[in-house]
């Protein structure tokens, strides 16, 4: 199994710009989330989706969108890119389990993005 | 969810054990305490969980009071490798949005040769 794997790896963007980053997981897993964490500071939710065709909106969703086709991939929008957006963006996932269990949470290796 | 404490950073000699404590005073009765670590920049790694017995595995052992207003993640032999920003996070159990974590800055352990 790959895990999650996250592209691209670096991206620099001008203000105003937009772009996908791109996730995936070969894990057959339903629960799929995107972290931002910005320099010093522990990660932040943004989305999450608990499986295909279903998403809601984590801490910061402002200026970001998502959107969930299939189990295996979870790209997250830029649609206008600002330069408080730059950060180290993290992808993760897991099986969603039972109440009375836990499943880890597997994350990618993530995506270092700077607006200009 | 309850809130968490942990020190900024702590040392360790590299061999000894390390001992990273978390304050969850206000942590409910469904509530687990989970640790993940994050090694330079890398995603974030799941190290264990528990709710209120003592946990162990490969990697660590957790101690969870009994009151459970606190804890103790310990590396027994700690290496170099081991050197990571440690996050201490409280949840209820899995299910759908409870799944998701909530992380604070966690503690920076650095091990030392």
């Known amino acids: 199994n790959a895990g999650v794997t996250q592209t691209p790896k670096f991206q620099v963007l001008k203000t105003g710009q937009s772009m996908t980053l791109q996730c995936a997981q070969d894990m057959n897993h339903e629960y799929m989330s995107w972290y931002r964490q910005d320099p010093g500071m522990g990660l932040r939710l943004i989305h999450y989706?608990?499986?295909?065709?279903?998403?809601d909106q984590g801490e910061v969703p402002n200026g970001y969108n998502v959107s969930r086709s299939t189990t295996e991939d979870f790209p997250l929008r830029l649609l206008s890119a600002a330069p408080s957006q730059t950060s180290v963006y993290f992808c993760a996932s897991s099986y969603s389990g039972t109440p009375s269990s836990y499943n880890e949470q597997f994350f990618g290796p993530g995506t270092r993005l700077t607006v200009l | 969810d309850a809130k968490t404490t942990q020190p900024p950073s702590m040392d360790c000699a590299e061999g000894r054990a390390a001992n990273l404590p978390c304050n969850h005073s206000t942590i409910s009765g469904n509530e687990y305490v989970y640790w993940y670590r994050q090694i330079h920049s890398q995603g974030p790694q799941y190290i264990i969980h528990?709710?209120?017995n003592n946990e162990t595995n490969e990697m660590a052992s957790l101690i969870i009071t009994e009151d459970r207003k606190s804890s103790t993640l310990i590396l027994p032999h700690a290496t170099l490798r081991d050197t990571a920003v440690y996050y201490c996070i409280v949840r209820v159990a899995w299910g759908g949005s409870q799944g998701n974590l909530i992380f604070g800055k966690g503690t920076k352990l650095s091990v030392k040769p």
């Open positions: 528990g709710l209120k």
């Open positions: 989706s608990v499986g295909a065709g279903i998403t």
